[in-house]
């Protein structure tokens, strides 16, 4: 099995920007794509950003991220990063590091393996 372990969310003001990190380890051999999907209070999960992992670097965002967050990725440490600027209040959330099977996943729903997710929390 994949084991991911999330880190960095906190407090932040509107405005301001967090690093999350997502250590990766088991059986990612099978894992093709790293994301990130986050769940707010009372809602479902709702995709964030994706990156390839076994291909040239090709990211995908969801609308409501998109100029603001960036994901990356360093192989040799099993680990990517989600730099998320210009936060919101709407971004808080708990954040969860994820690995598809798939090539492209940009569904929560496509996910196969969560991390325990990190949280999230932006001020007015």
């Known amino acids: 099995q994949v084991q991911l372990v999330e880190s960095g969310g906190g407090l932040v003001q509107a405005g301001g920007s967090l690093r999350l990190s997502c250590v990766a380890s088991?059986?990612?051999?099978?894992?093709?794509?790293m994301g990130w999907v986050r769940q707010a209070p009372g809602k479902e999960r709702a995709f964030v950003a994706a990156?390839?992992?076994?291909?040239?670097?090709?990211?995908y965002y969801s609308d409501s991220v998109k100029g603001r967050f960036t994901i990356s990725r360093d192989n040799a440490k099993n680990t990517v990063y989600l730099q998320m600027n210009s936060l919101k209040p709407e971004d808080t959330a708990v954040y969860y590091c994820?690995?598809?099977?798939?090539?492209?996943?940009?569904?929560?729903?496509?996910?196969?393996?969560w991390g325990q997710g990190t949280q999230v929390s932006v001020s007015s």
């Open positions: 994820a690995v598809s099977s798939r090539l492209l996943a940009d569904a929560a729903s496509w996910y196969d393996y």
């Open positions: 088991g059986r990612t051999f099978s894992s093709y794509t």
């Open positions: 990156i390839s992992w076994k291909s040239v670097d090709i990211t």
